[in-house]
Each structure stands twice: as C-alpha cells, then as structure tokens.
Nanobody
Framework: QVQLVESGGGLAQAGGSLRLSCAAS????????MGWYRQAPGKQRELVAT???????SYADSVKGRFTISRDNAKNTVYLPMNSLKADDTAVYYC???????????????WGQGTQVTVSS
C-alpha cells in the first residue's frame, strides 16, 4: 500500500501565501510524476501543477507565476508554495502520484485525502 499525506492547507488572505507538502510512504519502488489537483465546490477536479521525477514541471494557466512546484525524490515529497493567493484559489487540494510498488508493477495512481485551502478576499 501507498499513502500520500498532505499538510499545509488552511486560511489565508488574498495576496497572502501558503505552502502545501505531500509525503508518499509505504511500498514504493519508484515514483514517476507527482502533482497537485484541486476541486472547488460545484466544480470538477482540475490540474494545478505536476512535476516528473526528472524535474519537468507543468502548471495550470491560472497559477503560473504564483505557484511553484518542487520535489525531493529522496524523501518522496512534493511541495507547492502558493503566493499571491486569490479567492478563486479556494478549493480542496489533492496530492497525486504515479507509483510502482515493485519493479514488475505498472504505474498506478494514488491520491491523498485532500487539504482545504481557503482564501478570503
């Protein structure tokens, strides 16, 4: 089993900052992409940012220039500092990872339980 544990959500004012972290643990052979998705009330879950094991990043247009994803492969941890927060950033943020539990396994999707980010305007 693989667990993803998120931390760092909470309440911030518009223009403020928060930093999300997500640590993967358990039976891990290899992790490919790690990333963050979010889901606001009444909306579909959407991609926020992803990063490959080699450090290639991808961002939603709405967060470019404000959020910066990074990871520590040795710690199986991904980070998301979020700056210049807006009310539209309010959502539950979910950590995601593509994981192989053995060398013979296929890549499988794993998700964290989500952490609430609320930005007051």
């Amino acid at each position: 089993q693989v667990q993803l544990v998120e931390s760092g959500g909470g309440l911030a004012q518009a223009g403020g900052s928060l930093r999300l972290s997500c640590a993967a643990s358990g039976r891990i052979f290899s992790i490919n992409a790690m990333g963050w998705y979010r889901q606001a009330p009444g909306k579909q879950r959407e991609l926020v940012a992803t990063i490959t094991s080699g450090g290639i990043t991808s961002y939603a247009d709405s967060v470019k220039g404000r959020f910066t994803i990074s990871r520590d492969n040795a710690k199986n941890t991904v980070y998301l500092p979020m700056n210049s927060l807006k009310a539209d950033d309010t959502a539950v943020y979910y950590c995601h990872a593509d994981v192989k539990t053995t060398g013979f396994d296929r890549w499988r999707d794993y998700w964290g339980q989500g952490t609430q980010v609320t930005v007051s305007s």
